[in-house]
């Protein structure tokens, strides 16, 4: 492919095999977001919020682009305000890796740190930066923004589709839950019958990007829609067995981080479960380089 803008480089991730003797009857293929631009899923909501937010007025020039994230959206805000002409400011929590910190502050971004949970660095935002200053911030808001499910509906879900159109089960983890609302809401309009399997972290456990839901973590709209509409099991994984994974899927070449080990530690548990015969799909929701510091103190 050539492209002339690395913005229209988003999106079209590649599906790989994952190879294993623990299912039998079907096919699991890992959907790498991880080869997006700034190696996250992120980058797709990332766009879709900032492009609303100009076709909405709420983006006016030389506003600083505002908002909370565990990591991976932050990056990619950083990136794409970068690119766009924008200044940006991330609020963060004491969850995010020291290689994200270090690629926010290279594009120059002013990084905050504020709390355990992107929630609460979430009303930090409103409650305390945008009431101070209104007029200089576009708090773009990811955990309440519809324009974060809109763009897996209209991107993510539609490529699995055209890629795996007998896909049986699609599996994801749960963080904002924009993702998975959006992808699976598509893929169960064009076949009311594809399950969708939601994967979240056990108690006591914190995995980068998955919800620990058991122990109190925020469960945004998109969450409780998603439970209401399209979600049809959530699995529970341990950070152990997600560590584990993540090892099998280096050894197919497919380098990750521990979200996309509890994710296909998940797919293979609800596969069984629900005796899946067919090609399945789950969602690696970032690159392995944003997590290398906790996989190598791992390693």
Not at 77 to 93: D, K, Q, R
Not at 100 to 128: P, Q
Not at 148 to 155: G, T, V
Not at 217 to 244: C, H, M, W
């Amino acid at each position: 492919m050539v492209y002339d803008d690395v913005i229209k480089m988003v999106g079209n991730t590649p599906l790989l095999q994952f190879k294993t003797d623990e299912i039998k009857g079907s096919r699991l293929f890992v959907k790498l977001e991880g080869w997006n631009p700034t190696g996250s899923i992120k980058d797709r909501a990332c766009l879709y919020n900032i492009k609303g937010a100009i076709k909405d007025g709420k983006l006016k020039e030389g506003m600083i682009i505002l908002d909370a994230s565990s990591g991976n959206m932050a990056c990619a805000i950083a990136y794409y305000g970068a690119i766009m002409g924008y200044n940006t400011e991330l609020v963060c929590g004491s969850k995010l890796t020291a290689d994200k910190a270090n690629f926010i502050k290279y594009l120059g971004s002013k990084l905050t740190m504020h709390g355990d949970f992107t929630i609460e660095a979430n009303r930090y935002c409103r409650d305390v930066i945008t009431l101070e200053h209104p007029e200089k911030y576009c708090f773009l808001d990811q955990l309440h923004n519809d324009n974060n499910p809109l763009a897996s509906y209209e991107s993510l879900g539609p490529e699995i589709y055209n890629d795996i159109p007998k896909i049986k089960m699609i599996v994801g983890s749960l963080g904002s839950g924009g993702s998975m609302y959006g992808t699976s809401k598509y893929l169960k309009e064009q076949n009311k019958d594809v399950m969708s399997v939601t994967v979240e972290s056990s108690s006591g456990y914190k995995i980068p990007g998955t919800g620990t839901f058991v122990d109190g973590d925020y469960v945004t709209p998109f969450i409780e829609r998603g439970r209401k509409e399209v979600f049809d099991d959530s699995i529970s994984i341990e950070l152990p067995n997600a560590q584990k994974r993540t090892q099998q899927l280096l050894k197919q070449g497919i380098f990750v981080g521990w979200q996309t080990g509890g994710v296909l530690d998940g797919a293979i548990q609800a596969i069984n479960k629900h005796n899946i015969k067919g090609d399945v799909v789950a969602i690696s929701g970032d690159s392995g380089w944003k997590n290398i510091d906790k996989l190598i103190t791992n390693n």
